[in-house]
């Protein structure tokens, strides 16, 4: 499950950063980047091995 989450956050952060380039994702891009960093974070305090 945590590796799921680690890679829904991973594509969460490239669709924002394709979104911020193109300007075309409106701010609803950046609210997945919230919630792709809160999972990241989550991730880091719970420290779980990223294998």
Do not use: C, E, T
Not at 11 to 16: A, K, R
Not at 19 to 29: D, E, L, N, Q, R
């Amino acid at each position: 499950m945590s590796n799921l989450l680690y890679l829904i956050a991973v594509v969460l952060i490239i669709f924002w950063a394709v979104g911020f380039f193109a300007y075309s994702a409106g701010g609803i891009i950046h609210v997945l980047l919230v919630i792709a960093l809160i999972a990241v974070i989550l991730r880091v305090i719970q420290g779980k091995d990223p294998v």
